[in-house]
């Protein structure tokens, strides 16, 4: 009796299965006679993933520097001198010339955060953590004064032209952020409140899971330091017990330029007085307005709106 042969017909079912239910199949059955070697075979697509949460367009805000050539000069009468001889006409209008440096600052609208917060009497308690997400870049342009140039004409008294030059080179810097909260929208009635930047170790490491975990976040004492030209260095300032009735505040930041005046007043310079009586100083400070349209109940991020209607959202002030 004649055998049938039907290895013909096995694999033309085994190849139309294998192709249906992606069976597997043999290394030496796949493969083409004329297959490329291992080693040309086209390198898998990169991943796209970063360390970082990636952080949609919009989400921070940018504060625009506002260099100004004028900082790097100032006129002013050498008090002490006068003191001694007011006909001491070269100790007048003296010109004080310095670097000015200004960091690139970005921030995200002001957050909020429920955190058990240890208290003295050894028990936790549960408090509404106010805070802000920012970053600070050294951009380099430090405004270095050059060599007095002298005027192309001539006049009847002698001057000079102030010049500067831009430098990149690192800088040292100290951030202070202070919350300034008012009860009312307007800038004479109700109370006001000041609430100085704290360092919440609990709540710091909370806020840093929720915000990126993998991102390096600095304290504001951890932000006195050294930046070099490029780098950029994230931030957490966080304050705590704020009184839920203010409706408008203002959180102003110190320390992102060493832009500053002085002010001598007249007559409170004595001989004889420590060098520097009556002179005040005030240094250039960024201000951030907010305001949230709610009341003291159920607080919550969602009601803070970054400026003020019919105000600035932020400016450069002198304090």
Same mark, same amino acid.
């Given at each position: *009796?004649? #055998?049938?042969?039907?290895?013909p017909?096995?694999?033309?079912?085994?190849?139309?299965? /294998?192709?249906?239910? $992606?069976?597997? %199949?043999?290394?030496?059955?796949?493969?083409?006679?004329?297959?490329?070697?291992?080693?040309?075979?086209?390198?898998?697509i990169?991943?796209?993933?970063?360390?970082?949460?990636?952080?949609?367009?919009?989400?921070?805000?940018? %504060?625009?520097? *506002?260099?100004?050539?004028?900082?790097?000069?100032?006129?002013?009468?050498?008090?002490?001198?006068?003191?001694?001889?007011?006909?001491?006409?070269?100790?007048?209008?003296?010109?004080?010339?310095?670097?000015? !440096?200004?960091?690139?600052?970005?921030?995200?609208?002001?957050?909020?955060?429920?955190?058990?917060?240890?208290?003295?009497?050894?028990?936790?308690?549960?408090?509404?953590? !106010?805070?802000?997400?920012?970053?600070?870049?050294?951009?380099?342009?430090?405004m270095?004064?050059?060599?007095?140039?002298?005027?192309?004409?001539?006049?009847?008294?002698?001057?000079?032209?102030?010049?500067?030059? @831009?430098?990149?080179?690192? %800088?040292?810097?100290?951030?202070?952020?202070?919350?300034?909260?008012?009860?009312?929208?307007?800038?004479?009635?109700?109370?006001?409140?000041?609430?100085?930047?704290?360092?919440?170790?609990? &709540?710091? /490491?909370? +806020?840093?899971?929720?915000?990126d975990?993998?991102?390096?976040?600095?304290?504001? /004492?951890?932000?006195?330091?050294?930046?070099?030209?490029? @780098?950029?260095? !994230?931030g957490?300032?966080?304050?705590?017990?704020?009184?839920?009735?203010? +409706?408008?505040?203002?959180i102003?930041?110190?320390?992102?330029?060493? &832009?500053?005046?002085?002010?001598?007043?007249?007559? $409170?310079?004595?001989?004889?007085d420590? +060098?520097?009586?009556? #002179?005040r100083?005030?240094?250039?400070?960024?201000?951030?307005?907010?305001?949230?349209p709610?009341?003291?109940?159920?607080?919550?991020?969602?009601?803070?709106?970054?400026?003020?209607?019919?105000? %600035?959202?932020y400016?450069? +002030?002198?304090?």
């Amino acid at each position: *009796m004649k #055998r049938l042969n039907f290895a013909p017909l096995t694999a033309f079912f085994t190849a139309i299965m /294998a192709a249906v239910f $992606a069976l597997p %199949v043999r290394a030496e059955d796949a493969k083409p006679a004329d297959a490329a070697p291992a080693a040309e075979a086209k390198s898998p697509i990169p991943s796209l993933k970063t360390s970082y949460r990636p952080l949609a367009p919009g989400v921070m805000y940018t %504060v625009d520097p *506002m260099r100004l050539l004028a900082e790097s000069l100032s006129r002013h009468d050498v008090v002490e001198l006068l003191a001694v001889d007011s006909k001491f006409d070269w100790a007048k209008d003296i010109p004080f010339r310095r670097d000015i !440096w200004v960091l690139s600052f970005q921030f995200k609208p002001v957050r909020m955060m429920w955190v058990e917060i240890p208290q003295p009497s050894g028990y936790m308690q549960r408090k509404l953590i !106010w805070y802000l997400v920012y970053s600070v870049t050294n951009t380099g342009k430090v405004m270095h004064p050059v060599e007095d140039l002298e005027l192309p004409y001539e006049t009847h008294e002698r001057k000079q032209l102030c010049d500067v030059k @831009e430098v990149d080179r690192p %800088v040292r810097f100290a951030l202070e952020f202070l919350l300034e909260g008012h009860q009312r929208m307007q800038d004479d009635t109700g109370f006001t409140k000041v609430y100085p930047d704290r360092m919440i170790p609990l &709540a710091f /490491a909370a +806020i840093r899971m929720r915000e990126d975990p993998n991102r390096k976040f600095l304290t504001s /004492a951890e932000m006195c330091r050294e930046i070099g030209v490029g @780098e950029t260095l !994230w931030g957490i300032a966080t304050w705590e017990d704020i009184d839920p009735r203010i +409706i408008r505040f203002s959180i102003y930041v110190t320390g992102l330029t060493n &832009a500053y005046r002085w002010k001598d007043e007249p007559g $409170a310079y004595k001989e004889g007085d420590e +060098i520097g009586r009556g #002179r005040r100083l005030f240094r250039k400070t960024l201000k951030l307005n907010f305001w949230r349209p709610a009341d003291q109940y159920h607080e919550h991020e969602e009601e803070i709106r970054y400026g003020i209607p019919g105000g %600035v959202d932020y400016e450069w +002030i002198y304090r």
